[in-house]
């Protein structure tokens, strides 16, 4: 069984359209993530949900809005996409915030034409 | 705020070299968590280890350890006797205490190639 579980692992749209990215774990954590890889492999924390209340929001812009329906999910909802939003997302869990270890899905790499 | 960097962008070594990825930190807490993630080719991130800032003692695992020192704020990994499987980016990464306990800092990760 797959601990962190997101999909798709590939994304390609086009500009303007709006696109979702889904993540399950399986794990009983608290705590999950979305961070965002650029295409010089910096990874960036962009929101993090502890019982499905939102913790922190990193300067994302407002076109991305993650929706976590129960502990077990993090969705991550992508409005007007623009070509700027290309990159890998990884979501994540941990036991209870990052002072343990989190675990990582499998990445979900989007790309915006 | 919290910084973490890594130094050396990219290293390239011979199969069976002994090879260490640097990571320096800045935080103002007194308790924080230190990790390291490695990421191969196919993408993954996966977890290698976590230290908290009252655990100062090495640590050995196979052929991986860890040299964690406060007094120059530096969490190195060594890699002992490399092989070409070792051959991925490596990330350092920082956790505070208090409101910034719920998100990980990154490096800019190294990546190691081992050549055969």
């Not at chain 2, 090879?19 to 320096?24: G, K, M, Q």
């Not at chain 2, 640590?59 to 006797?81: C, H, L, M, P, V």
């Amino acid at each position: 069984d797959t601990a962190v579980s997101q999909t798709p692992k590939y994304l390609v749209t086009q500009m303007g359209n709006d696109k979702s990215i889904k993540c399950e774990q399986n794990l009983g954590h608290d705590t999950m993530y979305w961070y965002k890889q650029d295409s010089k492999k910096f990874l960036k924390i962009m929101f993090s949900y502890n019982n499905k209340e939102l913790i922190i929001n990193e300067t994302v812009p407002n076109r991305f809005s993650p929706k976590s329906p129960d502990k077990a999910h993090l969705n991550l909802h992508i409005n007007s996409l623009e070509l700027g939003d290309s990159a890998v997302y990884f979501c994540a869990s941990s036991q209870d915030g990052a002072n343990t270890e989190a675990f990582f899905g499998q990445g979900t790499r989007l790309t915006v034409v | 705020a919290q910084k973490v960097t890594q130094a050396q962008t990219e290293i390239s070594v011979v199969e069976k070299e002994d090879v260490t990825l640097d990571c320096v930190y800045e935080t103002r807490d007194t308790t924080y968590y230190l990790f390291w993630y490695k990421q191969p080719p196919s993408g993954e991130l996966v977890f290698l280890i976590r230290r908290n800032s009252f655990d100062e003692q090495n640590e050995i695992s196979g052929r991986y350890s860890w040299n964690f020192q406060k007094s120059t704020s530096s969490f190195n990994f060594t890699i002992t006797a490399s092989q070409v499987v070792d051959s991925a980016v490596y990330f350092c990464a920082l956790s505070e205490e208090g409101g910034s306990n719920y998100k990980l800092t990154f490096g800019k990760g190294t990546l190691l190639t081992v050549n055969p």
